[in-house]
């Protein structure tokens, strides 16, 4: 942890009444645990919060602490704007349109813009709040079992159950403090990473049957009809990208999901060895080497045959 960057960080804290917490669009487990839990912690602290996400949070993470506290829009007037776990601005949709720059922005993924005043980014972190647990361990900042329970969900669920290859000693020494304070990561694991909706699993049986596999490379399309079909309620793939990723003889997967808006998101996963980000980069996307993603305006097909054309080229 860059001390300056902790200690300027503090300091905006402590001279801030209002604080307005945002993370990006489909959030995954690490933006909601880390949204939710600095928001407990600024709670803590006597701070007035909003929470926003544009796309409210998933079903899966509806079992956290302070969920009915997350707004899909931005109101009111703020001392201090952070955005978390977005890689650039645009991953947080439209909600600060009206509103103008962040102040700080807190992130671990290694295509960051550093699009804030005040950037906090580690990119040897396995998940933004990692970094979360040690600004507030560094800043002496109260930290609860509701922060705690948070927290830990956005580590389980960016390590993948701490097996991704970014996962450190570091990781394993956070998750052990969150656990002394409460937080249970069976329990954590169990909701975030295995418990499916019976619609979700209809979802990725769609996606399953339509499956290609060439060479080392796979990968499969989920359409707005798909979603309809079995009625789905979210705009992602279900974590689909990860079953695909288990394929004995694969080294990349690819899942396309059809939006509403006439684009089309893609996730990538990849094995040691395969740097997928620079792939999401060519297209405006980013992410890490083993995960990345992105969002492109265009008609399904053309997307697909432009993306694997260019994910091809890593193989």
């Known amino acids: 942890m860059n001390k300056q960057s902790a200690v300027d960080f503090g300091q905006r804290l402590e001279d801030a009444d209002r604080i307005l917490l945002i993370s990006h669009i489909r959030p995954d487990g690490d933006a909601v645990g880390s949204l939710l839990g600095l928001g407990h912690v ?6 007035e919060i909003n929470q926003v996400l544009e796309d409210g949070v998933p079903t899966s993470f509806h079992h956290l602490p302070g969920v009915d506290e997350v707004f899909r829009e931005v109101s009111g007037v703020y001392d201090l704007i952070i955005v978390l776990d977005s890689s650039d601005i645009s991953r947080i949709g439209s909600v600060l349109d009206e509103y103008g720059q962040p102040d700080v922005n807190i992130d671990h993924h290694p295509t960051n813009t550093h699009f804030a005043p005040l950037n906090i980014v580690q990119t040897d972190a396995v998940a933004t709040a990692e970094i979360l647990f040690d600004l507030i361990e560094t800043l002496a900042l109260p930290l609860n079992r509701e922060a705690a329970e948070c927290l830990l969900t956005g580590l389980i669920t960016d390590s993948l159950g701490f097996r991704t290859n970014n996962t450190t000693p570091r990781s394993f020494r956070t998750a052990a403090a969150l656990q002394e304070l409460g937080a249970d990561p069976a329990v954590l694991h169990r909701k975030a990473l295995l418990e499916r909706s019976y619609e979700a699993l209809l979802y990725w049986g769609e996606g399953l049957s339509r499956a290609r596999k060439e060479d080392n490379l796979i990968w499969t399309t989920l359409t707005l009809e ?18 695909l990723s288990s394929v004995a003889g694969t080294d990349v997967c690819v899942v396309f999901i059809e939006q509403k808006d006439g684009s089309v998101k893609v996730s990538w996963r990849a094995k040691v060895g395969f740097d997928v980000s620079q792939v999401a980069m060519k297209f405006g996307g980013g992410g890490h080497k083993p995960a990345a993603g992105v969002s492109i305006t265009g008609e399904l097909e053309r997307v697909v045959s432009d993306v694997l054309e260019e994910t091809k080229k890593i193989l």
């Not at 798909?226 to 079953?243: M, S």
């Open 42 to 47: 600024l709670k803590a602290m006597g701070k």
């Open 226 to 243: 798909d979603r309809k079909q079995v009625g789905y309620p979210g705009r992602d793939d279900a974590d689909l990208v990860n079953v």
